[in-house]
């Protein structure tokens, strides 16, 4: 891969040896076992606590091993390559990639493509790099870091991907190439009705989603909409668990939900392409 991190300390380039990356400064980061590389600095934050924890990570892992939002992933995968069509060997950054299900995928879809996977929570990175391994993907490389200060050097990607993440106009502006795709995919306003039906009286629409994107233009909007079916108490408690309902939902209307064998619900999601001005 010939597409490097930047040190989060001083901003300089750094160089990956055996065991770590380095820059010209002298700050080191260590490589762990499973190939990833931790560049979220203590600043303003404890990289131990930042993002999701362990168990929204395995939630979330256990559910979309489903395959229920699988539609989604090849989605997003396909127009990726379709947005980076003729180009020899194109630079994807997913970020907010979680526990790396879509990555992996995105990654089968582009074989040429250098993939990297950023995200906040190292139990998400470390769980995405576990995955790669199993699959034998050797075109992703996984770092734990934020999405308002991704360790890019400017105008180094074809494509970034924000899938159920938070989006950052100016960070993403700054590692694009002029020219460059920006994939938002976020919920429908139904999306999940059919699970807040069981944990809400008065079940509520999602609002949709606004993003202030003065760095880019609109390209494309396309929405991916059905039903799904979970077919057993566990995957209804894994879908719960790894959403933000399961920490504001009273017990009572929990255990209307973990009493169930199956459930129908909602599913949609809005795909939007942007190209950087």
């Not at 950054?93 to 992996?104: A, K, L």
């Not at 629409?205 to 390209?219: D, T």
């Amino acid at each position: 891969m010939n597409v490097n991190y930047l040190c989060p300390v001083c901003g300089e380039r750094l160089k990956r040896n055996e065991h770590s990356y380095k820059c010209k400064n002298g700050h080191s980061f260590d490589i762990s076992r499973k190939g990833y590389v931790n560049l979220l600095t203590t600043k303003g934050r404890s990289p131990q606590k930042a993002g999701d924890n362990k168990e929204m990570i395995r939630a979330r892992g256990a559910f979309l091993d489903t395959g229920l939002y699988e539609p989604l992933a090849q989605k997003i995968g396909q127009l990726a390559a379709t947005l980076t069509e003729g180009i020899k060997e194109p630079v994807i950054i997913d970020s907010g990639c979680g526990e790396g299900y879509y990555t992996c995928i995105y990654s089968a879809l582009n074989e040429r493509a250098q993939l990297f996977g950023i995200d906040l929570s190292k139990h998400g990175i470390d769980a995405a790099a576990s995955r790669a391994r199993v699959k034998a993907l050797d075109n992703i490389r996984f770092a734990v870091a934020s999405a308002f200060s991704l360790p890019f050097r400017e105008e180094c990607a074809d494509v970034v991907i924000s899938c159920f993440a938070p989006v950052s106009n100016d960070e993403y502006a700054r590692v694009l190439k002029k020219g460059g795709a920006l994939i938002i995919a976020s919920p429908t306003e139904r999306h999940l009705f059919g699970l807040k039906s069981v944990l809400y009286d008065k079940p509520y629409e999602n609002e949709p989603n606004k993003y202030a994107l003065n760095k880019f233009s609109l390209k494309s909007t396309e929405r991916l909409e059905y039903e799904g079916v979970l077919g057993s108490g566990e995957e209804i408690m894994a879908l719960f668990t790894m959403t933000p309902y399961y920490y504001k939902t009273s017990a009572e209307a929990a255990e209307r939900l973990r009493a169930l064998d199956t459930l129908k619900t909602e599913i949609g999601f809005e795909i939007r392409t942007y190209i950087k001005l």
